[in-house]
């Protein structure tokens, strides 16, 4: 049973059509090869140096050899112009780089990204070995580092005291800002005592409980020399600090785990100290920028004020007031006028409407009758109806009314009548 | 009231200042004092600048445990 499948295709091609590639294709497949293998990507080789040379473009060729193999090498130019070891054949390196093909040629080669010497080995690998560890407990996190302070009044300094990097932080700490102090915490900055000395001093700055911001590091020197930025409890201890920590160890290309730790690395000691505090000089001018503004407002309003007060004098001159005067009487006329005329219309309305009402009232009226002939009977004096005879006694007084006035009369006599009813 | 300030706190105290009269909402009474605050942290701010002298002290461990040592 046959358990891959491009053996399974292959030995199957064979029988039937058997398939052809390009050198093109083959190539390209190993490269495919190449770069899915972790084994091959990112790794260090230990090796002599032969056949080193730069070509004309700036990159470096150099043939990585052992007892018994050999490995063509080449390192870009943009690599090789950081790099701090001089080549030359004979010497024992460790190549840090990725195993890739080269298709022109049709052969495997090791594009180098770091070359250490070989003495160093050792400390690099635990160097990486470290780094590696420390990042993956997250000692580098973007979410640990703080925030340096503006305008830090007590700067502490972990370095020694003799060394080249106090003076220079301390030159331009006292020509940047000079409105801050310095605290130095001697320590010793190389060999086997340095890491724990590095610790105490970065513990006895926090411990003062007044240090602002502190600068660890040291000035250049040899990679043994600046080795003690790299152990762990240094790392730890800068970790650990509540005061924000500048890392500054050596020079621009000299990475430390030290730096990695840090709150803000700096390329050198100078370059620390000219981080951590802002320049007098542009403090002064933002200063003076900032008095300026507030007189120049201050002017503003105080003009507003002035114009406000002149506006108020001229509205009180006599022309101005008759004219003010003669404004208002304009507005009253004017509200005047439409209320009268909004007042006649409103009687021209309520005529109309009694009008309607007066109709209204006419289709109901009970005297209307009267025009027809017929009277109304009262019996005086309380001018009740009389509807039936026996609503009147002999000799009462009535009143007769009819359509255009009223008949007094006296009963003479009554009798019962029977009337026509329609039921 | 400025001698208990800080530089840095004096400093965004007449920044405020400054922001508040440029709002243009206060009274001309408030707007004075506002200035003449302003002028007083403006002073503050500059003496401190110009008057500064950097101490450098060195840590030590003395009798009572760490102290700072003027250097030089």
């Known amino acids: 049973m046959l358990q891959n499948p491009s053996i399974e295709r292959r030995r199957g091609l064979e029988t039937e059509e058997p398939k052809v590639y390009s050198v093109t294709e083959i190539t390209h497949h190993i490269r495919r090869l190449f770069q899915g293998d972790p084994t091959l990507i990112e790794i260090m080789i230990r090796g002599e140096v ?42 024992s390196v460790i190549v840090t780089g990725s195993v890739d093909v080269y298709p022109n040629k049709g052969r495997y ?83 086997e005592q340095a890491p724990p000395s590095i610790v105490e ?39 650990a600090s509540k005061v924000p920590v500048v890392s500054a160890v050596g020079h621009e290309t000299d990475f430390t785990i030290c730096d990695f730790v840090a709150d803000i690395r700096a390329a050198t000691p100078s370059a620390a100290a000219e981080l951590v505090v802002p ?53 009253l006329d004017e509200v005047y006028t439409g209320f009268c005329a909004s007042q006649k219309h ?18 109901v009226n009970p005297l209307a009758t009267l025009d027809r002939g017929y009277s109304v009977a009262l019996k005086l004096p309380e001018k009740a109806i009389i509807d039936r005879i026996a609503a ?32 | 009231m400025a001698e208990e300030l800080s530089f840095e706190e004096a400093l965004k105290k007449l920044e405020e200042q400054v922001q508040v009269l440029s709002d243009g909402k206060l009274s001309l009474q408030e707007a004075l004092e506002n200035f003449e605050e302003g002028i007083k942290l403006f002073k503050f701010c500059n003496e401190k600048l110009k008057e500064a002298e950097q101490k450098v002290t060195e840590l030590v461990e003395g009798d009572k445990g760490l102290e700072e040592k003027e250097m030089e």
């Open chain 1, 50 to 91: 032969h056949r080193f040379s730069t070509s004309g473009a700036g990159h470096m060729y150099f043939t990585l050899k052992d007892e018994s193999c050999e490995l063509p090498c080449v390192m870009f130019r943009g690599a090789a112009e950081n790099l701090e070891v001089k080549l030359e054949d004979g010497q």
């Open chain 1, 109 to 191: 080669q090791m594009i180098a990204t770091d070359i250490k010497p070989e003495g160093l080995g050792d400390l690099y690998i635990a160097y990486e070995k470290l780094k590696k560890k420390l990042e993956a407990e997250g000692l580098f996190k973007d979410e640990y580092k703080k925030p340096l302070p503006p305008f830090p009044m007590r700067i502490g300094v972990v370095t020694s005291k003799t060394g080249a990097a106090v003076r220079d932080i301390l030159k331009i700490l006292g020509r940047r800002f000079p409105i801050a102090d310095v605290v130095l915490a001697s320590a010793v900055v190389q060999g």
């Open chain 1, 201 to 239: 001093g970065i513990q006895r700055l926090n411990s003062l409980g007044n240090v602002d911001v502190m600068i660890v590091g040291r000035g250049g020197g040899s990679i043994e020399d600046l080795w003690c930025f790299n152990d762990e409890s240094v790392a730890r201890a800068v970790f």
């Open chain 1, 279 to 331: 320049d007098m000089m542009d403090m002064m001018s933002q200063l003076y920028g900032m008095r300026e503004q507030f007189e120049s407002k201050m002017i503003e309003l105080v003009t507003r004020h002035q114009d406000a007060v002149a506006s108020y004098g001229t509205m009180l001159k006599p022309r101005v007031l008759l004219d003010l005067v003669n404004f208002n009487k304009q507005m």
């Open chain 1, 346 to 363: 409103f009687l021209e309305m309520s005529r109309q409407r009694m009008e309607r009402l007066g109709g209204m009232l006419d289709a």
């Open chain 1, 392 to 423: 009147v006694q002999v000799g009462d007084g009535i009143n007769l009314m009819v359509r255009d006035g009223d008949i007094e009369c006296v009963v003479k006599g009554k009798k019962e009548v029977e009337r026509w009813q329609k039921s």
